[in-house]
């Protein structure tokens, strides 16, 4: 990777700002100009006997109507606004703000992720983000694709895993030994493809488990399937979760408290959510299981039915790994 700026400078700010501002009110601009446009050729067509030279003038001349400037000002904004709009985004994508972040966070990353360019913070690492980071993936341009075979454990770990099952079943409650999903291959996504393909395949909790125990607190085992995983094949078991920052309305993030009964980080304050793909996610329709991963989600942990968010409102900004776990 070549060198990139460490800081974001007052024309990124500028070509933001304005690629933003015309990006939320290009609707409102062009309906504007268009309704002005049209209630001024709707008033000049009612004059009686009116020509088409006379109609122009009227509308456009500035030396018959010095207001007739409004109308130039209606016709540019319709024609340029869409252009301009699209001459921002390749710009704003060609600046990769994701580099300029990542070089700005690194400090506070993990020295075991150091060493990987993309975004990450603590253990938490980014594999894959969106293209269009400002923008994210929307929920119905993730597809899952499943693979219905379970994950066999390496066979040198099959007496260890056994062991720990057996002393753990109990306190763990592998009695209940509920079906997870784990992420397969590192997924990739380009920006003329913006869609994101998930390769999932079943798992189950004690082995996620036996590895966070056991794999993971083993630093050259965990730093070489983490390395392995950030090339592209993930060889560990691991429970796929959404993890989701809610804004309201009125730009507030939600804030809340973890239980104490949780087995992580439990009775501490948190700025996301998290919920991990189920078995009935999967039933239907697997193109939409995304959707209806999240809408669970939002049910489950919030008490949010559909009508108090939009779905397109949605949005996936990364696939990452939470090193320190071996977990997604």
């Not at 994210?136 to 099952?165: C, H, M, N, P």
């Not at 993930?234 to 809610?246: G, K, N, Q």
Request: proline share 2%.
């Amino acid at each position: 990777m070549g060198s990139i700026v460490t800081e974001i400078s007052r024309k990124d700010k500028l070509i933001y700002s304005a690629y933003s501002f015309l990006h939320r009110r290009k609707e409102w601009i062009i309906t504007l100009c268009s309704g002005f446009l049209l209630g001024r050729i709707v008033n000049e067509l009612s004059i009686a006997d009116v020509t088409f030279n006379s109609f122009l003038g009227n509308v456009f001349s500035v030396s018959v109507r010095s207001t007739n400037c409004f109308s130039w000002i209606a016709v540019i904004l319709i024609l340029s606004v869409p252009t301009v709009i699209i001459f921002l985004s390749k710009l704003h994508e060609s600046r990769r703000y994701d580099l300029v972040f990542a070089e700005l966070i690194k400090r506070h990353k993990s020295p075991a992720i150091a060493q990987y360019t993309m975004i990450g913070w603590g253990d938490a690492q980014s594999m894959q983000e969106c293209p269009e980071l400002h923008r994210g993936w929307k929920l119905g341009s993730i597809r899952l694709e499943y693979d219905t075979t379970r994950f066999v454990l390496s066979s040198r770990y099959t007496s260890a895993y056994k062991q720990y099952y057996d002393e753990n079943k109990e306190e763990e409650r592998f009695c209940d030994d509920g079906t997870k999903y784990m992420v397969v291959i590192n997924p990739t996504s380009f920006t003329d493809t913006p869609s994101l393909k998930i390769q999932i395949q079943e798992t189950v909790y004690s082995q996620v488990r036996f590895y966070q125990a056991n794999v993971a607190t083993l630093a050259s085992e965990r730093q070489n399937l983490i390395k392995n995983a950030m090339e592209g094949t993930i060889e560990f078991p691991h429970s796929l979760c959404m993890h989701l920052v809610v804004v309201t309305k009125d730009d507030s993030v939600l804030l809340t408290k973890r239980s104490n009964k949780v087995a992580y980080h439990p009775g501490t304050w948190s700025y996301s959510v998290e919920e991990q793909l189920a078995p009935d996610d999967l039933k239907g329709d697997i193109r939409k299981a995304v959707s209806r991963w999240g809408e669970r989600f939002l049910f489950e942990e919030l008490g949010l039915r559909t009508e108090y968010y939009d779905e397109e409102n949605f949005r996936i900004l990364s696939v990452f790994i939470e090193t320190d776990s071996l977990n997604r």
